[in-house]
């Protein structure tokens, strides 16, 4: 009797479930039309890779993805240009970086009104990603958040353990607390010539500065470098340096990419979204090696910080604005989509259910079985937003050249920062 | 005796001299060599220390990559279609231009009108460039070849040039006489000058050649389909923001580099006596 009233209760169950899904996934036939997509290498590729998954919502949506090259700003000079002549594609994908440089511009429609409605998705994404596209003062909106760059620390089980230290994540969590436990760590790892606790001075600043809410510009524009935070990170850059714990080499260049796979860098201090280059580029051959920790705590107690995102807008231009807010809800709220951006390129979603997903909360073979999302959901719901500026790429640019200056050459903190300083007041 | 040891010295000397060239052009040929030897080689390989210096078997590996973003000849044929008639219309352009403005020294407006040409080699051209896309997107030419042709046709520095050349080439008595024979000025300048200038045409052609093939600003703001994208556009799509997959662009800056190849050893006969051809002016 019980179990006949099981078998009749799953079936029930089951029978619901694919009606369920059956309505869920009835195909969306009265939006229709062309739309086209701007980005930039490789996101026009897995986008690309998205459409058969979406025309089978959408059949009668028929999408184009195009992209340029992000290198030198050359992307945003297209797409600014375009604007000016209202050539535009019908959605633009805009990266953090420029964030400043075009959430003012008109071109891109105003998302909180009909037939957007945006504001009503709120509640749905990251406050953190929310916080970049929503003009407090007028409550415009001008693009929805696609994906976020919750930061941790990357680092190779097998070499802290060969160090003495604690292989194991949360015991290594415990240990790296703050960063002047960080470097005490460091100094167990690095050996001279041949192996560097972090590759770059930079990253350390970028996560230091971001942990105390600080960026270049503070709200009413004036500049922060050569403020306090700025200084106590160039500080903690020159104890890691004198300590031996840097490489010598630069961020993206082919010998810091090199030195993943050669077991040159311990660790490194970054947006999640870098697990997906180590597992695809970097580091193939390392799988189980590498784990994943919170970064150090900064003097305030916070862990959390941001590197990376992305948000997609619909220009006023676009002729067919149904069928892209579709297109636009779809690549950045489905669970298709999420779920298979994550698995290109460890894609971090800004909108929240997706952070309880199967798909992103699993035992990872990359990093030993560990589930890499029980750190970055958390910083997902802790990150401080820091202020943009326009000016936010010649500012990174000019710090960077400083702190690759203090570490390189020994250069003093003092005349590193006020080279910055007079760099940037240069250019403003 | 005497004479031994002169040859003897200048044999040395030749020696020295070859010696001393083909180290320095070793310096030249050693980044084209190495990036032919990265575009056979795995990723992993490329990014090894010290870094390998003979070719790898990983060349079609590294073309597959190239074939999934895009397909591989087709940048080639594009560039082709940029390249070869802007290269030979500015190059007819500016030796008309040029011929007129030799030849008609007295005319009214002539120093007015090579001013002008002269001072567009001042004005930076990144200032030019929104000025100049929303006019061609007035003439409704975005997305095509057009905006990478037809404008650059009038280049004041093709113009410039080809008026210092023909002023030091074509003496002024060449024109007079044609006049006593009753010739006109279009039969002359074919006929007679064209000629003559051959080599500084091949110079000129040869420079606009090259500066076409590697432009990259331009026709990333003109062009938008991906299939219609020139070499050095579908190069940087092979990268994404973080990640340069250096064998595959290597390979294909090679494959980019056939053309400009073969059509500089078809001119080099010609561009060497470009270079030399007013030494030995009577």
């Known amino acids: 009797m019980t179990r006949r009233w099981k078998v009749v209760a799953a079936a029930l169950a089951l029978a619901a479930s694919l009606q369920g899904a059956v309505a869920q996934e009835a195909p969306n036939t009265e939006v229709s039309g062309a739309v086209s997509l701007w980005t930039w290498p490789h996101n026009d590729r897995t986008l690309s890779s998205l459409l058969p998954e979406f025309n089978k919502a959408y059949p009668n949506v028929k999408v184009r993805i195009q992209g340029f090259p992000s290198g030198n700003n050359a992307y945003l000079n297209k797409l600014l240009s375009a604007l000016l002549a209202g050539t535009g594609p019908d959605i633009a994908m805009v990266e953090i970086n420029n964030v ?23 509640a749905d994404f990251a406050p953190f990603a929310w916080s970049k596209i929503e003009d407090p003062a007028t409550g415009r909106i001008f693009a929805l958040p696609k994906h976020t760059g919750p930061g941790g620390v990357f680092y190779r089980r097998d070499l802290f353990a060969a160090a003495g230290l604690p292989g194991d ?25 041949e192996r560097w606790m972090v590759g770059t001075g930079n990253e350390l600043v970028r996560a230091y500065i971001a942990q105390h809410g600080v960026s270049y510009f503070d709200k009413d524009g004036g500049l922060q470098v050569g403020g306090p935070v700025f200084r106590q990170a160039f500080e903690l850059v020159a104890k890691a340096r004198d300590a031996g714990l840097i490489s010598p080499f630069a961020m993206w260049t082919p010998e810091w990419q090199g030195a993943f796979a050669r077991g040159q860098i311990a660790t490194i201090v970054v947006g999640n979204w870098f697990g997906g280059l180590l597992k695809s580029a970097y580091a193939p051959g390392d799988a189980g090696k590498w784990g994943v920790v919170p970064a150090p ?29 579709a297109l636009v809800k779809w690549i950045a709220m489905n669970d298709t989509s ?26 990872d073979p990359y990093y030993d079985g560990q589930n890499a999302n029980e750190i970055f959901a958390k910083v997902q719901a802790e990150m401080v937003p820091q202020t943009t500026n326009p000016l936010d790429s010649i500012a990174s640019q000019a710090v960077e050249t400083a702190v690759n200056a203090v570490v390189t050459s020994g250069k003093p903190i003092d005349a590193a920062l006020a080279q910055a300083e007079a760099e940037i007041k240069a250019k403003m | 005796m005497m004479a031994g040891f002169l040859a003897s010295h200048e044999r040395r000397a030749n020696v020295l001299v070859t010696i001393g060239l083909g180290v320095f052009s070793i310096v030249f ?28 078997d990983a060349v079609f590996d590294n073309f597959a990559r190239i074939q999934a973003v895009y397909e591989p000849l087709a940048p080639l044929v594009n560039s082709l279609i940029v390249a070869v008639p802007k290269t030979a219309g500015l190059v007819l352009v500016s030796a008309l231009a040029g011929y007129g403005f030799a030849r008609y020294r007295r005319a009214k407006g002539h120093q007015l009108l090579l001013l002008l040409a002269f001072a567009t080699l001042f004005f930076p051209p990144s200032l030019a460039l929104i000025p100049f896309f929303l006019e061609m997107n007035w003439f409704g030419w975005l997305d095509s070849f057009w905006p990478l042709i037809v404008p650059a046709l009038a280049s004041g520095f093709g113009v410039i040039w080809m008026y210092t050349y023909i002023s030091g080439t074509v003496p002024h008595e060449l024109y007079e006489a044609a006049e006593v024979d009753g010739a006109g000025a279009f039969p002359v300048f074919f ?13 000129l052609g040869v420079w606009t050649l090259i500066s076409t093939w590697n432009d990259f600003q331009l026709p990333l703001v003109i062009l938008t389909d991906q299939t219609k994208f020139t070499v050095p556009l579908a190069l940087t799509s092979l990268n994404s923001i973080y990640f340069a997959d250096l064998p595959a662009v290597m390979l294909a800056t090679m494959i980019g580099l056939v053309p400009v190849f073969m059509l500089f050893a078809f001119l080099s006969r010609q561009f060497i006596s470009g270079l030399t051809g007013g030494a030995v002016k009577s």
């Open chain 1, 100 to 122: 400043a440089q075009l959430s003012d511009k008109q071109q891109f429609a105003d998302l909180s009104k009909p037939p957007f409605n945006a504001g009503a998705l709120k």
């Open chain 1, 297 to 325: 705590a900064a003097e305030n107690g916070v862990s959390a910080f941001n590197w990376g995102g992305d948000f997609l807008g619909v220009l006023e231009t676009s002729k067919n604005k149904d069928a892209a807010w």
């Open chain 2, 191 to 203: 006929r007679i000058v064209l000629p003559i200038i051959r080599p500084g045409l091949a110079a």
């Open chain 2, 29 to 56: 040929v050693l980044p084209l060599y190495w990036t032919a030897v990265m575009a056979t080689r795995r990723l992993e390989e490329v990014f090894q220390f010290p870094p390998p210096v003979f070719f790898g």
């Open chain 1, 338 to 363: 999420l779920k298979l951006q994550y698995e290109k390129g460890d894609l971090y979603p800004a909108y929240m259910q997706a952070g309880t997903a199967p798909w992103i909360n699993f035992q």
């Open chain 1, 169 to 193: 994540p949360q015991a290594l969590a415990a240990t790296l607390k703050d960063w002047d436990a960080f470097i005490e760590a460091g100094k167990k790892i690095a050996k001279p010539n």
